[in-house]
């Protein structure tokens, strides 16, 4: 399954990002909520939320535990526009921390093996990340 190169953020948008949305519709289902009010709060058509949760949509990658675990938290936190961008960013994150990108970018783009965040600044030394804490991403 490994494409053509491609940046990490690219990974986030075309497999992440879908990813997450697929589990967000299904726990949030899994917690009795309609197909219409789940389209409304991840601010997407009801037929994508039938697709994430027949798996016909999102379903490339997967998560490990520890993710699933923080996506399940999110969904009784997204109320709105607002939370919901906070927490896709946060979960974002948790995936980027939790070792998932970087396995799931090995796994689907032709990167070096050796590749590791820390040899190529991935995420950004630690000084970076401290003047960029206060932006949202």
């Known amino acids: 399954m490994r494409h053509t190169f491609l940046q990490p953020q690219e990974i986030e948008v075309f497999y992440i990002i879908p990813t997450l949305r697929r589990y967000l519709a299904m726990y949030m289902k ?8 789940i389209a409304e709060l991840l601010h997407i058509e009801k037929s994508a939320v039938s697709q994430y949760i027949k798996k016909k949509r999102g379903s490339k990658v997967e998560f490990s535990e520890g993710v699933l675990n923080e996506i399940a938290k999110s969904v009784s936190k997204i109320k709105d526009e607002f939370s919901l961008l906070g927490e896709i960013q946060r979960l974002l994150r948790v995936i980027r921390n939790s070792g998932d990108l970087c396995r799931i970018h090995k796994d689907i783009s032709k990167i070096p093996e050796e590749c590791e965040p820390d040899k190529i600044n991935c995420f950004g030394d630690e000084d970076e990340r401290n003047r960029h804490a206060g932006i949202c991403y």
Do not use: D, P, S, T
């Open 30 to 37: 899994l917690q009795g909520l309609k197909q219409n009010k």
